[in-house]
């Protein structure tokens, strides 16, 4: 029986405010349609066998309970060594957190640093988790569209963008959607953009050993001035294909990480403490670890992007991460969330449309889909066979 007294109970407002992203939905239609899903980062082959076994040790040892939220010490000083081979000096005690993956990561940094109505500046496509996270920090996410051609980062949109309650910006390279690499010149250019306005920079550079070409990563910490006003995130799924683990961390000056250690004990409290031990030998992997994964990685990419060309499909070519922009608008759609739906139903693969990474999409036609090639080449091949029945879907707009 109902209280015809009692008041209605709503949701918050700022909740009110945000929505699922589109991959949610194109996964979901994938699953249900038995297509071949390129849309999701989720390796479909096994994690390194050492990684397993260690993690069935530390369950099996009774390393059960809570870790310290900070994340237990070996793991920290193992982080602490990777940073400094990448060229920074952090100290594992004071400035070094262990999470609940990257995303808790942004998360716990932006509670942190940010007061309510502070803005943060959001290069877009962006990935999905940023602008919200903002959001629910009380924050307001002021997005700046990449520059075509190549999604460049521009100076003068920077600050257009920059208003007196601009408070941080987030940077992400090796970047998600597109795969690019922001150079020297674009990461200089942010820095000397921060030291101007006083600004913090929050940098997630979570496919940072992922890398084709023999690219070599700037990292925008090693700035002359930016070590002191740059929070970084990082974690261990991409690197050791263990998504599901839900590990990361954040590297940051010792006077932040106080404020990211309480945000995140109070998000999370740790994260889980077997798979911290089991990431220890992760940590200590050899450098041949990380040829090899690149090198695989690099033939993924390319068996896609061969593939995909052959069918007339022109691609970006991803300096790093595992995701590419494939081009499809010269089938006549204008939409692209329609189009990747009617490629699960017609074609049965699975992409993500690039407009669901853009607050508000731009205004151009171009049909572009997001692939992931962290799959196992025979995957990959399964899915281009599929696609060549592409056809089907050309002027069905």
Request: aromatic fraction near 8%; glycine fraction near 8%.
């Amino acid at each position: 029986m109902t209280d015809s007294n009692c008041k209605e109970v709503y949701l918050s407002d700022r909740v009110l405010k945000l929505k699922l992203p589109v991959f949610r939905e194109i996964a979901a239609l994938a699953e249900r349609r038995g297509a071949i899903n390129l849309g999701g980062g989720t390796p479909d082959f096994a994690a390194p066998q050492e990684l397993k076994a260690a993690a069935g040790r530390a369950v099996n040892s009774d390393l059960n309970q809570y870790a310290l939220s900070q994340g237990i010490e070996g793991l920290r000083q193992g982080i602490a060594g990777r940073l400094a081979q990448a060229g920074g000096s952090f100290d594992a005690e004071t400035e070094i957190t262990v999470c609940c993956g990257a995303t808790e990561g942004v998360a716990a940094s932006l509670l942190a640093v940010i007061n309510p109505g502070d803005e943060v500046i959001i290069p877009e496509p962006a990935f999905t988790i940023y602008g919200p996270d903002v959001v629910l920090s009380g924050g307001k996410p002021v997005y700046v569209e990449l520059s075509q051609p190549g999604f460049r980062l521009e100076r003068h949109l920077l600050e257009a963008a920059r208003s007196p309650r601009t408070k941080a910006i987030i940077i992400n390279t090796p970047h998600n959607p597109t795969g690019r690499i922001f150079d020297q010149e674009e990461l200089a250019t942010v820095a000397d953009f921060c030291q101007k306005y006083g600004l913090l920079a929050i940098t997630d550079e979570i496919y940072d050993e992922i890398l084709f070409d023999g690219v070599v990563l700037p990292r925008l910490w090693t700035i002359p001035g930016m070590r002191e006003r740059t929070i970084i995130v990082n974690g261990f799924s991409k690197t050791y294909s263990v998504t599901g683990w839900r590990q990361g961390y954040i590297a940051a000056p010792a006077q932040l990480t106080r404020g990211i250690r309480i945000t995140h004990n109070y998000l999370t409290i740790s994260a889980a403490a077997p798979l911290q031990h089991a990431l220890l030998e992760a940590v200590q992997f050899p450098a041949g670890y990380y040829q090899a994964l690149r090198q695989d990685y690099q033939s993924r990419r390319d068996l896609l992007l061969d593939g995909l060309e052959k069918l007339n499909i022109p691609c970006s070519v991803p300096q790093g991460g595992y995701f590419l922009l494939a081009d499809f608008s010269r089938f006549g759609w204008d939409d692209d969330v329609a189009f990747a739906k009617q490629l699960i139903e017609t074609v049965g693969v699975a992409a993500v449309p690039l407009s669901g990474f853009y607050h508000t999409p731009p205004g151009s036609k171009q049909i572009w889909l997001r692939f992931a090639f962290c799959k196992k080449e025979e995957t990959l091949a399964a899915a281009l066979q599929r696609l060549q029945n592409i056809a089907l879907l050309h002027n069905k707009a």
